[in-house]
């Protein structure tokens, strides 16, 4: 049976690393989803309002949880939905499978556009080298910057 529950500000609804055994439709509030929540680099991936389900990887593939998502507004109303509740709820709300396929198609074009772009700057700075040239310093800062941002997760970077 899915519960649905109201939340205050700053409650962690699911932490980084934990087990995926549920995933969760934002009714009303807002949440945060956080990679390295409470830590010195602590860094907001993503802000989710109402009608986002988040949490649907883990309890899908059972991979630990990737980020941290904590609650942004008080009263923020949420519906877990555990496994086996997973078809029920979908059979009673069909549209929120294409949300849930537009949102990890939106995720994977954004990590493919990154990795895209980091093996042009990795071409153009070898190829420059090759010529001799010294290459723009914002092209190598760009490529450690995408380097330092995947390489914190050992599996797909979102929630």
Do not use: H, W
Request: overall charge negative; some cysteine; aromatic content about 12%.
């Amino acid at each position: 049976m899915n519960k649905t529950k109201e939340y205050s500000r700053g409650t962690v609804i699911v932490r980084e690393g934990d087990a995926g055994e549920s995933m969760f439709n934002i009714e009303s509030g807002r949440v945060g989803v956080y990679r390295g929540y409470g830590m010195a680099d602590e860094t907001l991936l993503a802000e989710l309002d109402s009608g986002k389900i988040f949490g649907e990887m883990s309890l899908l593939d059972r991979a630990p949880r990737s980020a941290t998502v904590v609650v942004l507004e008080d009263k923020t109303v949420l519906t877990e939905i555990t496994e086996a509740d997973f078809y029920g709820f979908f059979e009673k709300n069909p549209s929120l499978i294409l949300d849930i396929m537009g949102q990890m198609c939106s995720r994977l074009r954004k990590t493919t556009q990154d990795y895209k772009d980091a093996c042009r700057t990795v071409y153009e700075t070898v190829e420059a080298e090759k010529k001799g040239e010294k290459k723009s310093r914002s092209l190598l800062d760009r490529l450690k910057e995408l380097c330092d941002f995947y390489s914190q997760f050992s599996f797909y970077p979102y929630y």
